[in-house]
């Protein structure tokens, strides 16, 4: 079968730096994706990782191992408006998005 | 302009109601999806189109189905409600460059 796992909740402190794991088992790999949600909101895309190595992107970049399963997130400078839910997707095989149920961030001053 | 727009916001529907949620995309896009999203899982896909004219299941597409007449439009219609439908919906639609998907901002249904 096909699975995404990332921690459910992680905290973290103003100004810090965080990092977000996923682990994925997939049917094919055409690129992983890590969107933002905020609550009561839609998704919003932070990155995509087709190829190993990592992708840097502001305050925001986002690493992937193929042989491995296996991307990180890392978010620096952490500011208040960074807590939300932050969702892993693989591309699978026949191109359909396979989600986490997302990692909810809590910032703390 | 917009994006994608979705309609309704949200609705509370009685059992075995019909609805239909409506999803319109501005970007030309090929490709469009419709998820649910329910607590303490991922985006769950129900059915998608690769281009218009084309539909697709997903992976939680009974009770649902979905129509594309063109390349805007791609309604959703439950056919006859039940309670296990209460969930958050959003449509998308994918950039068949760079494999993003740009989302809406969700129609959340409540079924009584």
């Known amino acids: 079968g096909q699975n995404i796992d990332q921690p459910t909740e992680m905290t973290a402190t103003e100004g810090a730096i965080v990092q977000i794991n996923c682990t994925y088992q997939t049917s094919g790999f055409n690129g992983l994706f890590w969107y933002q949600q905020h609550a009561g909101e839609a998704p919003t895309f932070l990155s995509y990782n087709v190829l190993d190595g990592l992708e840097e992107k502001g305050r925001f970049s986002s690493f992937l191992s193929r042989s491995k399963g296996y991307s990180y997130l890392l978010l620096k400078e952490l500011q208040m408006k960074d807590s939300a839910s932050y969702l892993c997707?693989?591309?699978?095989?026949?191109?359909?998005?396979?989600w986490g149920a997302g990692t909810k961030l809590i910032i703390k001053p | 302009i917009a994006g994608i727009t979705q309609a309704p916001t949200s609705q509370i529907l009685a059992a075995g109601r019909r609805m239909t949620l409506r999803c319109t995309q501005d970007?030309?896009?090929?490709?469009m999806y419709w998820y649910r999203q329910d607590l303490g899982l991922g985006l769950r896909l129900i059915h998608y189109s690769n281009t218009a004219g084309t539909t697709g299941k997903g992976e939680v597409p009974d009770g649902y189905s979905v129509s594309r007449a063109n390349t805007d439009d791609f309604p959703l219609t439950l056919a006859s409600a039940v309670p296990s439908q209460t969930s958050v919906y959003f449509c998308?639609?994918?950039?068949?460059?760079?494999?993003?998907?740009?989302f809406g901002p969700g129609t959340r249904l409540t079924v009584l």
């Open positions: 970007m030309r896009h090929n490709a």
């Open positions: 998308a639609s994918g950039d068949s460059v760079s494999n993003e998907q740009f």
């Open positions: 997707a693989v591309m699978d095989s026949n191109y359909q998005l396979i």
